[in-house]
């Protein structure tokens, strides 16, 4: 009998990324969930090509989801559906909660039903602006709820405390990755992030957008490093009822990677100024000790290889041939 896995948000950036690993293993059978809110069909290309792998257009925050008939005999949950760039949170900021509140509930009531893993996909944003660098798991945070990040942090707070509760009442595999800034030209061009804008204004010869004066800084994990995680943790026992940080440690300031982008992209934009958005994070930087414990996991792509390849297929997306002309399709 084939290994029935769900992945919801299997038409984003992770959840495409994931899709794609998992359908390799024959023996795997993977279910993709998607309400297409943010996530792309084109996405999935590649994995449509594969019969051990269908689609569900549906919105796992209805209740009705649990039931679905597809879904009998689950074995793995991976619980990534959520806007996750700030710009389409923003725009989503009551989809956003359900999705990570009554969305995740629903994903552990499934689990429940048929004794599922469920791996949750938190996110570094549970640190709000933190008071502490690295972050280690132990570290609580410091969230405002009264402001544009909240609908986000918060609903992927209580999306843990979610699977605390049925871990600890039902004893349900559960385990947590709390995601720090990941990247690859996986991306939408228009999602809004730091990596994607950059480099597509770097391509594109536009102003690059610092925003405030670039002190702030990030840490950036190509997909291939996160979704390696992502697997490891469903895979080893040891990481039930665990939260861990998943993410690349080399921190950098906002403006450096301005220019990094600039000079690996060979680009004549303009760096320029915007102003700084609410709440933004002042620093971010994963403590990964447990992941390496637990999971024997580190990222192994360091920024400047992972932006080299970002870039080189961001151009390919975008029509760009090798020689930097626009190609002109007949
Ligand atoms: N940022 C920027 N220019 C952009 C997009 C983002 O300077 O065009 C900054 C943003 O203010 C933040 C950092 O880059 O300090 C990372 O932003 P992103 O939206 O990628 O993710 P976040 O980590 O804030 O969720």
Known sequence: MPKKIIVTGAAGFLGSHLVRELVKEKNNFVIGVDNLSTGLLSNLEEAFNNNNFSFIHADVSQKEIIGH????????????????????????????????????????????????????????????????????????????????????????RLGEVLCYEYYRLYQIPVKVARIFNTYSAGLRNDDGRVISNFVVQAIQSKDITVYGDGSQTRSFCYVDDTIKALLLMMEKEEANGQIINIGNPQEYKIIDLAYLIKKLAVSDSRIIFKELPENDPKIRRPAIDKAKRILGWYPVIDLEKGLRETIRVYKEKMGISKNGELRVEN
């Not at 509140?101 to 689990?111: D, K, V």
Request: with cysteine; aromatic share 12%; proline share 7%.
């Open 69 to 156: 008939r597809e879904f009998k005999g689950v074995e793995e949950i991976y619980h990534l559906a959520s806007p996750a760039s700030p710009k389409f949170y923003q725009a989503f900021p009551l989809e956003t909660i359900a999705v990570n509140t009554l969305g995740t509930w629903n994903m552990l009531e499934l689990a429940k039903r048929n004794r599922a893993k469920v791996l949750y996909t938190s996110t570094s944003e549970v640190y709000g602006d933190p008071e502490l660098n690295p972050q280690t798991e132990q570290y609580r945070g410091n969230v405002n709820t009264w402001g544009p990040r909240a609908c986000y942090d918060e609903s992927k």
